[in-house]
Structure formats: C-alpha cells, structure tokens
C-alpha cells in the first residue's frame, strides 16, 4: 500500500493541473482580501462630519413632529439614536475580516477541490493507464485506496492554499490600514477555518472515489453538477417546512462550512411572513456527510472489483 500511494503522489505532484489549482486559488484568496479590505479601515473626518449630520438632522426632525406629542404611537416607535456612533458602521476586525474573505471564496474553493480530485483519478482511466496498473497489481482495493488518498492530499493542497493565502493577504491588508491595533481573532476563526478543511476532504473523497467508479472526470462533474443543481432548485422551491430540507446536498454543505445553517419558510398561519422552518446543526450536517461519503466509498469498492476494465 506505501508503495502504491508513493506512486500516487508521484503523478498527483507531476500533474500541471495542480499547479494550475494552486496559482488559481492563491489569485482567489489575494482578490477576496483587496475586495473587503475597506471594510476595516477606521471612518475618514468627512465619514463621521457626514454621520454627526444626518444624526442632528434626524434630532431636529424628531423634535418638530413629536415634541408636543411623544406618547403618540408613531413617535414613541420613532426612536433617534442616543449618540452618532449608530450612524457610523463600525469597521471589521481581523477575525471577521478574514471569515468573510474566507467565505465570499469557499464555494470557488471546494469545486476546485472537487475537480482536482476527481481528475487525478479520471485521468487514469482516459489515458488507458489504470488497465496497465491492474496488470501489475494484486489487489483492486489497494490500488483503489491509494488513488483516493493522493487526490484527497491533492485536493487538501488546493484548500490549503486558498485558506493560507486569504490568512496571509488578509493579515497584510489589515497590517497596512490599520496597524497592529485590533488584529486579534477570537475562537471562530480557527474553528471556521477546521470546518473548511473537514469539508474540504470530504469533498475530495466523495468526487475521487465517484471518479474510480464512474471512470470519468467528465462525468463525475456532471453527476456533482445535476446533484447540486436539484438540491438547490428543491430547497428554493419546496416549502421550507418541507422535511426534506435538511437532507438536501446543499443545506448540508452550507451547515458544514458556516457552522449551522438556517432555512426560511412561507407560513400562511404567521401573518404570512417568512419565519424560521430548520436549523440545520453541524453535528447532524456532518454525520449526514460522513454516511455518505462512507456509502459512496463501499458502493465504488464493491464495484470496482467487479468491473471488467481489462477486457
């Protein structure tokens, strides 16, 4: 097995595909952290001489229309800010920054994760390869083993890369506006960022081993591509108390990366209004995604097996 999954990284390593990953996700992470720098950057003189304004403006508005009556309903729901600081959004700290970043790129992230995976293995078989390997090797099971886990290394790498450069770009950005005052992150961000290196390898396992049963780069992009598209075209259009919803793909895999996750419905008897219809935990999100990376692993090996790739 040590010897094959060396081999494995050998052409995981040699493949221009990665290098390309690399370089794509290392640009994603770099454009996310310019994108959201401004939000850290403390309030200009012009910001907070604008803020004081519309605060004053909305004092003497106030004063006019409900000094004389302030019990009235209108004015008591009325309410005027107690200082200027509510007019002025305060700017992001470290933690926040970053999980922002981290979260405007991850689904760019994991569908390259998914694709990097499912092409180290796919190829094998376009090229005709994995029939000279079979040649050569005792057991399909191994073999089979040592391809998942170098694409799941190869798609770790693709995350890896993304999370590091998005901590590193982030870190410079905030560094250049703001100092080092405030760069600080709370529990959040190493725990944000554990989630997505957890999904990240869930992923890579579910599309390597549908590529070695499938026999496809293509196919299994098509098959992870209609599998997402209903998820989400059934969690928009199902009704949010629908218990379906948190089976559905989609719902889990946002729970995965964000933590939990909520859905909304439309209930008639709540004065017809949006009102919350699941929260989907990460316990159940990850559970639920474990099984099913288990079952997708055991259906591929068992096939595997017994599919006829020499003939």
């Given at each position: 097995m040590s010897s094959l999954f060396r081999a494995e990284l050998l052409r995981l390593v040699s493949r221009r595909l990665l290098l390309l990953m690399l370089v794509c996700m290392a640009g994603l992470?770099?454009?996310?952290?310019?994108?959201?720098?401004?939000?850290?950057?403390?309030?200009?003189?012009?910001?907070?001489?604008?803020?004081?304004?519309?605060?004053?403006?909305?004092?003497?508005?106030?004063?006019?229309?409900?000094?004389?009556?302030?019990?009235?309903?209108?004015?008591q729901e009325w309410q005027v800010a107690d200082s200027v600081d509510a007019y002025l959004e305060p700017p992001s700290g470290f933690g926040e920054y970053t999980e922002s970043v981290i979260e405007f790129g991850y689904p760019l992230m994991m569908l390259a994760v998914a694709i990097m995976a499912a092409s180290l293995v796919g190829a094998e078989f376009s090229s005709g390869n994995i029939s000279t390997q079979l040649l050569f090797t005792p057991g399909r099971i191994p073999l089979m083993m040592s391809k998942v886990v170098a694409a799941t290394v190869g798609g770790l790498l693709v995350a890896f890369v993304y999370l590091g450069t998005v901590l590193a770009f982030c870190a410079i950005m905030f560094l250049s506006l703001r100092g080092a005052n405030g760069m600080t992150a709370g529990i959040d961000l190493p725990v944000m960022l554990g989630r997505m290196v957890l999904l990240a390898a869930l992923i890579a396992v579910m599309s390597a081993a549908l590529a070695m049963g499938v026999g496809s780069t293509l196919i299994t992009a098509v098959v992870f591509a209609v599998v997402f598209l209903c998820s989400y075209i059934l969690s928009?259009?199902?009704?949010?108390?629908s218990p379906l919803q948190p089976f559905l793909p989609d719902n889990i895999f946002w729970a995965m990366a964000m933590g939990e996750h909520e859905v909304y419905g439309w209930n008639i008897t709540t004065f017809e209004e949006w009102s919350l219809?699941?929260?989907?935990?990460?316990?159940?999100?990850?559970?639920?995604?474990?099984?099913?990376?288990?079952?997708?692993?055991?259906?591929?090996?068992?096939?595997?097996r017994r599919r006829d790739i020499l003939g």
């Open positions: 992470g770099a454009f996310g952290a310019a994108v959201y720098a401004d939000g850290t950057r403390e309030h200009s003189v012009a910001e907070q001489r604008d803020a004081a304004r519309w605060w004053q403006e909305d004092k003497t508005l106030w004063e006019e229309q409900c000094a004389d009556s302030p019990t009235t309903t209108e004015c928009s259009t199902v009704s949010g108390f219809a699941w929260v989907i935990n990460y316990d159940w999100a990850l559970g639920y995604s474990l099984v099913g990376t288990t079952l997708i692993v055991v259906g591929t090996a068992w096939w595997f």
